[in-house]
């Protein structure tokens, strides 16, 4: 079969299309014929070797895949040979015509929600769905600041509030991206390109200050997220890419916090719950991943491009 390998940490040139063996599932594992692989920011970091989490080499990247089954190996009971799933990490990779995953790992994908849509659900709505319901322990009527709202997680945070009946402010640096994120469900949308938004954020809320922050951009906007807040005013930090200085008074003087996680450490149950509620939510149409591109396999290395490009507007999905 055909998977993109990774022989070396370093440039998306290092992304090649290659001919390796075909993975044949053992017990309690799952081959899936692969539809949609797609990209998510870490892939790009882990393939850079910047990653927390550093694959042995070679490696396929990915652990979003959406497609049919193949085959099964002895003990499976989830799925069976030609159901249609999409994957939460695979162990062989998501970059290729076939993965193999544990049966944990394989989900079935609602009729409704295309291959490519399917390859846009676990790290972005898993990643949404954890930090709304299970970090920020959002409410209904409660304000929600998602803090880059046009990209993969941002468009799942604002359709996972939006349907729980929080208020939804959203940023996005390009008129595209903040009219998806407009159409998709966000109340307000500002531009964090434009210089004094974040007065204008909080002008919306009268004054008050937000209940919760999505960030995905900490070293970024923390500090002024952190004057952003209501009293006990949360920031979930989602995303970061260096450091910066932040003044603990302002979370003092409102009694808030500011808290981090990554998808990679969840416990089986907050999983498992994860996974319960986003596949409810893709089930009743309440959740509807959005894909802005679909790119051939071999252009994985333009993909990798591409999703750190500013300018974004749903997913990037690769298409064996
Ligand atoms: P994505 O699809 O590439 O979207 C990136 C988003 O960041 C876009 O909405 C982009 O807006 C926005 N952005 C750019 N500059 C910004 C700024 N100055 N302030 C606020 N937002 C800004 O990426 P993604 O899949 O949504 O992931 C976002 C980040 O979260 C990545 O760093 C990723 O690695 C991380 N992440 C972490 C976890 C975890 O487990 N903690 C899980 C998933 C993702 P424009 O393009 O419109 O400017």
Do not use: C
């Amino acid at each position: 079969m055909k998977a993109i390998q990774v022989h070396a940490f370093g440039g998306p040139e290092q992304l090649k299309l290659e001919e390796v063996p075909m993975p044949k599932p053992a017990a309690g594992e799952v081959l899936v014929r692969v539809h949609a692989a797609g990209v998510n920011p870490y892939d790009t970091y882990m393939r850079a070797g910047t990653y927390a989490v550093k694959p042995a080499l070679p490696y396929t990247p990915g652990s979003d895949a959406a497609g049919v089954v193949e085959a099964v190996g002895e003990g499976v009971k989830k799925v069976k040979t030609g159901d249609r799933v999409f994957t939460a990490e695979t162990i062989t990779g998501a970059y290729a015509e076939y993965t193999l995953a544990k049966e944990a790992q394989v989900h079935a994908l609602a009729e409704k929600i295309s291959y490519a849509q399917g390859s846009g659900i676990y790290v972005p709505y898993g990643t949404a769905y954890h930090a709304i319901h299970h970090e920020a322990h959002g409410r209904a009527s409660e304000t929600l600041l998602m803090h880059g709202a046009s990209g993969g997680v941002g468009i799942a945070a604002v359709q996972i509030a939006r349907a729980m009946g929080l208020t939804v402010l959203g940023t996005a640096g390009t008129a595209k991206g903040r009219e998806l994120v407009l159409r998709e469900g966000a109340d307000q949308v500002f531009d964090h390109t434009k210089p004094g938004y974040t007065e204008e954020i909080m002008k919306a809320t009268g004054g008050r200050g937000v209940d919760i922050i999505l960030e995905v951009l900490a070293n970024v906007n923390l500090a002024a997220d952190l004057k952003l807040l209501a009293i006990h005013g949360r920031v979930i930090i989602i995303g970061n890419r260096g450091e910066l200085t932040i003044n603990p008074r302002d979370l003092m003087a409102r009694r808030s916090s500011a808290r981090g996680f990554t998808l990679w450490a969840l416990h089986e149950t907050e999983r498992s719950a994860v996974l319960a509620g986003v596949s409810a939510g893709l089930e009743n149409g309440t959740l509807r991943p959005i894909v802005r591109k679909e790119l051939p396999l071999k252009d994985a290395p333009q993909a990798h491009v591409d999703i750190l490009a500013p300018g974004a507007s749903g997913k990037i999905a690769l298409i064996p």
